[in-house]
C-alpha cells in the first residue's frame, strides 16, 4: 500500500505495522483472564443448612436418616454405603439401593427419610443422595437443620 507525501511528488511506501490496536486487545483479553482465573477453581457450591430456632427433634425410630459427611462418606442409618473414593455415578445407586432394603425392614414406603448434610461437603453428594431418594419412591423428606446453631 502506497501513500503520497504532500508536495515531494515522490511515492513512500509504508512499511510499519501498528501493533497498538493489538497491544489494546492482548491487555484487555489478559485483565479478563486475571479477573476470571479465581472464580474458575471454585469447583463446588458451600451449602449451609438452614438453622431452625424452633423445631422438634428428629425420631430415630421412625426415621431413615441418610449423612453425607464433607469427604463424601455416605451413610444410610449409619451403615456406609460409599466413601470418598467411590464414583459419583455410582453413588445415587449404592444409596437407592440400601434405602429399598430400610424399606423391606420396616415393610412399608411411608417412613420418612432425613438428609444430614454436613456443612462443607459437596453439593454433588448431596444431590445425588436426594436423587436416589426420590428415585426409590420415597414419599416424605426432610432435610435436617441444625437446632439452635449460632455463626
Known sequence: ?????????GRQTFSEINITPLTDVFLVLLIIMILIAPLINQSSLKIEP?????????????TITV?????GLIAVNGI???DERTPIDRVQ????DALKREFQK???KDIPVAVKADQESRQKHVVAVLDAAAGSGVKKLRIVTLQNARY
Open 50 to 62: 438452614p438453622v431452625a430456632a424452633h423445631g422438634r427433634a428428629e425420631q430415630r425410630n421412625k
Open 1 to 9: 500500500m502506497a501513500f503520497g507525501s504532500g508536495g515531494s511528488g
Open 67 to 71: 449423612e453425607v459427611s464433607k469427604d
Open 106 to 108: 420396616a415393610g412399608t
Open 80 to 82: 456406609k454405603v460409599s
Open 93 to 96: 445407586g449404592l444409596v437407592s
